[in-house]
């Protein structure tokens, strides 16, 4: 089994200080049912690859207790478990890069706190139920999943592919955060598990899964394989991250929202922003809206007012930022026929959601933004051709208007979480793209006050079907 990590950080052999090994040495470590080795075949200025190969010893597993889980004696003897990525790949990281694991870097430490672009690959690997899996497990966390499927036996096409995968990876992470969600996904997708699962298991996955897990919309998929499909650790389980502190996702978002809300609250954008998108929905006729990433609920609040939207929804992947919306719209005290209006649905804009048709109208206010830019061709398959709403509004900041807020740097953007700031050109170019390839048509406006040469600060599109 091989998984190999490559980065073109510049320098890329910083790879080596963040995995806390050199580059130039060969290293490997005895473990319980084999022997793991990391090694780089390649390290430059430009381009750096850890590979680590995992080595399985079957008669181990025949005579230790790492193979007790097979049952049987054909069982013991008739298995894929020294050749495909398992939680034995997840013991391996544990042991042999337990430091870079647990976020640390001694030479490094700045560089071990910051994403870099990362790419995985790691074959084989076992997907027990259907390649799909990897990009419902790896896809909400900001990864680009490629998957390569392998011939059950080449010499017999009409068998078809195997459930072996080679799986390629890409995205810009923390080297921990990387090798946690393999820690965590890896023995999800095999479906198994080599040792006894037990309570030691539910506290490592709610350490393991702290800032992700919580609201991965496959989240109890999650955690019912990786405890086994035991009942009684994964109802603990899935307390134990409900009951996690409420407060701290809304805390961490307005940390993050201020150095936006500061540039911007002095020419109202977001009350501008909020005002024009309702008029334009109402202009447009339409009589529900979805509001796609809705978080706290802001635009929300402004449709409620109108009493032409009798029917108003939210979509937000994260369930807690949902919880702040419902305390903010104060949902618990609306008179019926208000309540009646609205729903908040916990779900992605990046997948198929039956929910998401039959609305006159969505929206995505200030969201495409904070998208990696490899999946708004999810983006889009999603909200317009799976979706197909007659009309869809969509927001998000001017580059160029930047130039004029005050002690602002050239190339910062306006929120730490932006993957990327389209000019009025780049974003035409993107919308009309978009129109063409499914059959909508679309208008521009701008938003706020219009600079003669920077434009207005937020750009908006409107597309009608």
Request: hydrophobic share 40%; with cysteine.
């Amino acid at each position: 089994m091989l998984l190999t990590i490559t980065t073109t950080h510049r320098p890329a052999t910083d790879l080596g200080y963040l995995l806390h090994k050199n580059p130039g040495s060969l290293h490997a470590r005895e473990l319980a049912f084999g022997k793991a080795h990391l090694f780089y075949p390649e390290a430059s200025v430009e381009r750096c690859t850890a590979a680590l190969l995992l080595d399985v010893d079957p008669v181990r597993l025949v005579r230790g207790r790492e193979g007790a889980w097979q049952g049987g004696a054909f069982g013991q003897y008739v298995n894929d478990r020294p050749y495909v990525a398992s939680s034995f790949l997840s013991a391996a990281i544990s042991k042999l890069l337990g430091t870079a694991l647990a976020g640390r870097s001694k030479e490094r430490p700045e560089l071990a706190k910051i994403a870099i672009p990362l790419q995985v690959c790691i074959t084989p690997l076992a997907c027990r139920d259907g390649s799909d899996l990897l990009e419902r497990l790896f896809g909400p966390l900001g990864y680009e999943v490629e998957v390569e499927t392998h011939p059950l036996d080449p010499a017999f096409p009409d068998w078809g592919d195997s459930q072996y995968v080679t799986a390629t990876l890409r995205a810009s992470q923390r080297i921990t955060d990387l090798l946690t969600h393999l820690f965590v996904l890896v023995p999800v997708l095999d479906n198994q598990k080599h040792y006894y699962v037990g309570n030691d298991e539910v506290e490592k996955l709610l350490a393991k899964g702290t800032g992700w897990l919580d609201d991965h919309p496959d989240k109890d998929l999650i955690v019912r394989r990786y405890l086994r499909h035991q009942r009684g650790l994964t109802r603990a389980a899935l307390e134990g991250l409900a009951s996690r502190e409420e407060p701290q996702t809304g805390e961490v978002q307005e940390v993050l929202d201020a150095p936006e809300e500061e540039l911007e609250k002095p020419i109202r954008l977001n009350e501008l922003r909020m005002e024009t998108v309702t008029r334009t929905l109402l202009d447009a006729g339409a009589t529900s809206v979805l509001d796609l990433g809705c978080g706290q609920g802001r635009l929300l609040r402004n449709l409620l007012k109108e009493k032409q939207f009798t029917r108003i929804a939210g979509l937000d992947v994260a369930p807690k930022v949902l919880q702040q919306a419902e305390r903010r719209l104060r949902l618990e005290r609306m008179p019926d026929r208000q309540r009646a209006r609205i729903e908040l649905l916990q779900g992605s804009m990046l997948y198929r959601d039956q929910r998401m048709k039959n609305f006159d109208a969505l929206a995505a206010v200030e969201v495409i933004e904070h998208l990696e830019p490899e999946r708004l061709p999810a983006f889009e398959r999603v909200v317009f051709a799976e979706a197909q709403s007659p009309t869809v509004v969509i927001t998000t900041p001017n580059r160029e208007y930047n130039a004029t807020f005050e002690d602002m740097e050239p190339e910062r953007l306006r929120h730490p979480d932006h993957r990327f700031e389209w000019t009025r050109a780049e974003f035409e170019s993107w919308a009309k793209g978009v129109a063409e390839r499914n059959d909508y048509q679309v208008e521009f406006d701008g938003i706020g006050q219009l600079h003669e040469e920077h434009g207005a600060p937020t750009q908006m599109a409107v597309f009608s079907r």
